[in-house]
């Protein structure tokens, strides 16, 4: 490392204190890429959130509904950590074959994830359940957000990396989570299971 290498400020918002709890990395189903269910946002969203990822949204709604994204700011040391962590997120994305949104500047990714293709079930005015191309929230996301917070949670072990606590996080998790479920309610037909990878 270089020598005078800068710290991070003192008075920076952060803790670190202790990982949180992260669940196994979901298998995907075979065939389309599904929209999440209701049951995902408690086993999969909520643990991601309290590990500081929260819900966002992009331009343009599909066909009237949110196209809702998971979100984190990472922080590391310094810009040579910050870009070994990227060549590894990198990694994950060529391994998923799954790509975020990143920006990174010093000291910090923030990584913003959803599906481009993703398949979502509605209902016709018929009554009919379709299965529509819509961009959203899948277990792909999910999968990418888990592998991305596990790097990091390494990356904070031997610490090259603090934890960054949002503005206002309480709020912020409250309001992903009442995103989530305002965009994915127990109503929602998927008939998607699904069993976990190795770690
Ligand atoms: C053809 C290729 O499999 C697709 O374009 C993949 C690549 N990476 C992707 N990344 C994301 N975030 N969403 C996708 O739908 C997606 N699709």
């Not at 298998?27 to 819900?55: A, S």
């Not at 922080?75 to 950590?81: D, G």
């Not at 792909?140 to 072990?157: G, M, N, S, T």
Request: charged share 25%.
């Amino acid at each position: 490392m270089l020598p005078n290498t800068p710290s991070i400020p003192a008075d920076a918002p952060v803790t670190q204190s202790g990982f949180h709890f992260l669940p196994e990395v979901p298998r995907l189903p075979l065939g389309k890429t599904m929209h999440i269910n209701h049951n995902d946002i408690e086993t999969y969203f909520r643990p991601l959130i309290q590990c500081h990822w929260h819900v966002g949204r992009v331009r343009g709604a599909a066909r009237d509904v949110e196209i809702l994204t998971i979100d984190k700011l990472f922080r590391f040391k310094n810009f040579e950590v910050t870009v070994k962590f990227f060549n590894e997120l990198a990694d994950i994305s060529l391994n998923e074959n799954h790509h975020g949104h990143y920006a990174c500047d010093y000291a910090r990714i923030y990584v913003s994830v959803h599906t481009h293709a993703g398949y979502c079930n509605t209902k016709t005015e018929s009554g009919q359940w379709i299965s529509e191309l819509i961009p959203g929230l899948t277990l792909r996301d999910v999968r990418f957000a888990i592998r991305a917070e596990r790097l990091h949670q390494k990356y904070l072990a031997d610490g090259l990396a603090v934890t960054l606590v949002p503005f206002e996080n309480e709020r912020l998790q409250d309001w992903s989570i009442e995103r989530l479920k305002l965009r994915y309610p127990p109503s929602q037909k998927t008939g998607v299971k699904h069993g976990t990878d190795p770690a």
